[in-house]
């Protein structure tokens, strides 16, 4: 009888292996970087060309390589960062698996080029699927370049599954923003298609590097944190109380100058400022933890996004408390403001949406089923406003039913299905703002922006691209302008998450339901705020006028009704005259 099990051909093991390192361009340019920071690097230089999928290049003024190490480094588990197990406890590099060359060599053609100080002549190999094609001497200067061609050329299933150009190169921007955060020293520049995009020269302290990446609004709205005790120390910077935002961007956590996934520090932060956080806000953060490395496991995820700690609870505790200290502070100068902005009547009332709502049977996108459904009793009913119940909630008698409406969800629905209206009619109409807002965004969500000035301008926004992140807001969809509170930069931001997030498959009509929903949701009536007499019976009237839509444009509930009958049960009347 023949064996089922095989062992599978080294080519085949290391497309495997490579799948599980790089997931997507930027994971290339995340390993090739964080290489050239392991080798001492000054400044390096990244270059990619369509988003990285057609070519990327790094360079770097490190250490460089003999022409032996250099032909070893493409050995898998061949390492210069650890010599035993032990040292797995002690690591102070970026990489020290040995996988990353390797690795990206598997799935693209690689060439590279390496010199050691001193050395009278560099080294180059060419490699072709991980197989080296050629090897011999090359002038070079001290340091080493790799060059990354057709990535996942013979990985077509891993290809497929990219997102769009924008997307992509906006993770690869990402990759070197969390890199730079945690090496304020090293002189960082990215290109893309031959044109400079990011450029972070070497500074004094994290603080400034902050300030570089995500702009001075930013810090000017964040407390500094910098508190340390015989283990520990957390330096950075978190959001004063009111200067949270709607998007959790940015929320940064560095581990040992390594950018890290950790959703239980991330949860001590939240923690920290319990009730000083109105509901649906959260906090922005940029956070360095250093500790020793015997007490932390990076060996967790194959892409070392992830961490251990051997006292995650005293490490909770310690987070929550410095941060509660910081905000604390902050709050106790603030509160008798806050007090008064959320104890008085709203100074931007909620406003008369004018001509007719749309049902949306002329829309152009998808809803859902359910969403379209009218709210029996019929829409030519009475509604008869009764009153708010803890600022989030609106009671109605609609007909002969009572109504328990969300106030969000329905403002929000009644806005989508205004909007849509416009936008199955051509482009949304816009109004032009007697000052133009400036904007700062990262360069991430800046490239999204100018990939989309088109799809921006069919929905009522004209933005002016000042260069770098500054962008001028010089109009906006009228109809948003004609809501309470809007924040243009959380508007756009929410659009700029949608983006980032879709595949290149997308459709039309998916692509601008949801970024309809998400311009309605952000410019509709919070929970949390007192309406006058006259906004409810006005948004109650719109809302019937739309047709008691049951849902918001991404599903969640408007109204729960309660029919005489559901009364009637409900205190025994069955039967009762």
């Given at each position: 009888m023949s064996s089922k099990i095989a062992v599978l051909s080294l080519e085949v093991a290391n497309r495997i292996a490579a799948g599980e390192v790089v997931e997507r361009p930027s994971s290339a340019v995340k390993e090739l970087v964080e290489n050239a920071i392991d080798a001492g690097a000054g400044r390096i230089t990244v270059e990619v060309a369509e988003a990285g999928r057609r070519h990327i290049r790094v360079t770097d003024d490190g250490e460089g390589m003999s022409q032996a190490d250099a032909a070893c480094a493409f050995l898998r588990h061949a390492t210069s960062k650890i010599r035993t197990d032990a040292d797995l406890f002690t690591i102070r590099t970026l990489g020290f698996r040995g996988e990353a060359l390797p690795s990206i060599a598997?799935?693209?053609?690689?060439?590279?080029?390496?010199?050691?100080?001193?050395?009278?002549?560099?080294?180059?190999?060419?490699?072709?699927?991980?197989?080296?094609?050629?090897?011999?001497?090359?002038?070079?200067?001290?340091?080493?370049?790799?060059?990354?061609?057709?990535?996942?050329?013979?990985?077509?299933?891993?290809?497929?599954?990219l997102k769009s150009p924008a997307t992509e190169f906006g993770h690869i921007c990402q990759v070197i923003q969390r890199l730079a955060l945690g090496f304020p020293k090293i002189h960082f520049r990215l290109l893309h298609n031959g044109a400079s995009v990011l450029e972070f020269a070497p500074v004094r302290s994290g603080r400034e590097r902050i300030q570089q990446i995500y702009g001075l609004a930013l810090v000017d709205g964040?407390?500094?944190?910098?508190?340390?005790?015989?283990?520990?120390?957390?330096?950075?910077?978190?959001?004063?109380?009111?200067?949270?935002?709607?998007?959790?961007?940015?929320?940064?956590?560095l581990v040992n100058q390594r950018w890290v996934k950790c959703p239980s520090l991330a949860h001590a932060v939240y923690e920290a400022y319990g009730t000083y956080l109105a509901k649906g806000r959260h906090p922005r953060f940029?956070?360095?933890?250093?500790?020793?490395?015997?007490?932390?496991?990076?060996?967790?995820?194959?892409?070392?996004?992830?961490?251990?700690?051997?006292?995650?609870?005293?490490?909770?505790?310690?987070?929550r408390r410095w941060i509660r200290a910081a905000v604390s502070a902050q709050t106790a100068v603030s509160i008798g403001a806050m007090v008064a902005e959320f104890s008085g009547p709203p100074t931007q009332?909620?406003?008369?949406?004018?001509?007719?709502?749309?049902?949306?049977?002329?829309?152009?996108?998808?809803?859902?089923?359910?969403?379209?459904?009218?709210?029996?009793?019929?829409?030519?009913?009475?509604?008869?406003?009764?009153?708010?119940?803890?600022?989030?909630?609106?009671?109605?008698?609609?007909?002969?039913?009572?109504?328990?409406?969300?106030?969000?969800?329905?403002?929000?629905?009644?806005?989508?299905?205004?909007?849509?209206a416009e936008f199955g009619q051509g482009n949304i109409a816009s109004q032009q703002a007697l000052l133009p807002g400036r904007i700062e965004l990262p360069a991430s969500a800046a490239m999204v922006i100018r990939a989309h000035g088109s799809d921006l301008e069919r929905l009522g926004f004209e933005v002016?691209?000042?260069?770098?992140?500054?962008?001028?807001?010089?109009?906006?969809?009228?109809?948003?302008?004609?809501?309470?509170?809007?924040?243009?930069?959380?508007?756009?931001?929410?659009?700029?998450?949608?983006?980032?997030?879709?595949?290149?498959?997308?459709?039309?009509?998916?692509?601008?339901?949801?970024?309809?929903?998400?311009?309605?949701?952000?410019?509709?009536?919070?929970?949390?705020?007192?309406?006058?007499?006259?906004?409810?019976r006005q948004l109650l009237e719109d809302w019937r006028e739309a047709g008691l839509p049951s849902t918001c444009p991404h599903g969640r509930r408007v109204a729960m009704r309660l029919t005489i009958e559901d009364l009637d049960r409900i205190f025994g009347r069955q039967g009762w005259t």
């Open positions: 598997a799935v693209s053609r690689m060439r590279l080029v390496t010199a050691a100080p001193g050395a009278s002549c560099g080294t180059e190999i060419s490699l072709e699927g991980g197989s080296i094609k050629g090897q011999w001497e090359a002038p070079s200067p001290p340091g080493t370049m790799v060059e990354v061609a057709d990535l996942f050329y013979n990985t077509p299933p891993r290809k497929k599954f964040c407390v500094d944190i910098t508190q340390e005790d015989d283990e520990l120390r957390l330096e950075g910077v978190s959001s004063r109380p009111l200067e949270s935002g709607l998007s959790r961007t940015p929320q940064e956590m940029v956070l360095h933890l250093t500790i020793d490395p015997r007490s932390l496991d990076m060996n967790v995820h194959p892409a070392k996004r992830e961490v251990r700690f051997s006292n995650q609870e005293r490490l909770h505790e310690m987070v009332p909620y406003t008369t949406l004018t001509g007719p709502v749309s049902s949306g049977s002329a829309s152009p996108v998808d809803r859902a089923a359910e969403a379209t459904q009218p709210y029996l009793p019929a829409v030519d009913s009475v509604v008869q406003p009764l009153g708010q119940i803890a600022e989030r909630y609106l009671l109605a008698q609609v007909g002969e039913e009572l109504q328990i409406v969300d106030q969000h969800t329905a403002h929000e629905r009644v806005l989508f299905e205004r909007l849509s002016e691209d000042f260069g770098g992140g500054t962008f001028l807001l010089r109009a906006m969809p009228a109809l948003l302008t004609q809501t309470a509170r809007v924040d243009p930069e959380s508007l756009l931001r929410a659009l700029v998450e949608d983006w980032e997030n879709e595949v290149s498959t997308v459709s039309f009509k998916e692509r601008y339901h949801a970024a309809l929903a998400s311009m309605a949701c952000h410019s509709a009536v919070r929970s949390g705020r007192r309406m006058e007499s006259a906004e409810i």
